[in-house]
């Protein structure tokens, strides 16, 4: 069974305007709508992690999508926060450009459930048209119904 992705969503914790145009710094704006949710138990170390696996190696997925994530002890179950930026954020270590971040924690203790999230996430933003409704929502609320929608269209309604 296939880990939805709009279980995970809510409006508090998604920026259609990020307005940070370098990596670092935009994965810091994204990232910090996690820091007072109930599921981080240390953001501090959960933000090292995030900022030392981009180090090791790009998390663009390509098609202007990166997914920034950590498997860390630092949350209690997975996380997830979402930036998009119309401008573009420069992905230096990739040279690309990305319009939407999935910012991801995940329990080290979890593996399965974070490969099932990342594979529903790869189905979900396959398509163009799917992409590209992402990133016209209009609001939070707009993008959780369009991921909802899409999840319906690619892995079937939710049981």
């Known amino acids: 069974m296939a880990v939805r992705l709009s279980s995970l969503l809510s409006p508090e914790r998604i920026?259609?305007?990020?307005t940070g145009t370098k990596r670092t710094v935009a994965i810091n704006e994204v990232a910090k709508l996690l820091e007072n949710d109930s599921d981080v138990a240390n953001f501090a170390g959960f933000y090292n992690e995030l900022l030392a696996r981009e180090r090791l190696d790009?998390?663009?997925?390509?098609?202007?999508?990166?997914?920034?994530?950590?498997?860390?002890?630092?949350?209690?179950?997975?996380v997830i926060a979402v930036g998009r930026s119309d401008a573009g954020i420069?992905?230096?270590?990739?040279?690309?450009n990305v319009r939407l971040m999935f910012v991801l924690?995940?329990?080290?203790?979890?593996p399965g459930d974070y490969l099932m999230l990342v594979g529903s996430l790869?189905?979900?933003?396959?398509?163009?048209?799917n992409r590209e409704a992402l990133f016209a929502a209009k609001t939070p609320a707009d993008f959780i119904t369009t991921v909802k929608e899409i999840e319906d269209k690619v892995l079937g309604p939710a049981k």
């Not at 420069?90 to 690309?96: A, G, I, M, V, W």
């Open 105 to 110: 924690g995940t329990p080290k203790s979890n």
């Open 15 to 18: 920026n259609l305007a990020v």
């Open 122 to 129: 790869c189905r979900l933003i396959k398509d163009a048209p």
């Open 58 to 78: 790009t998390t663009c997925l390509g098609n202007e999508i990166a997914l920034p994530h950590a498997r860390t002890e630092h949350v209690k179950k997975i």
């Open 90 to 96: 420069l992905f230096e270590n990739s040279n690309q």
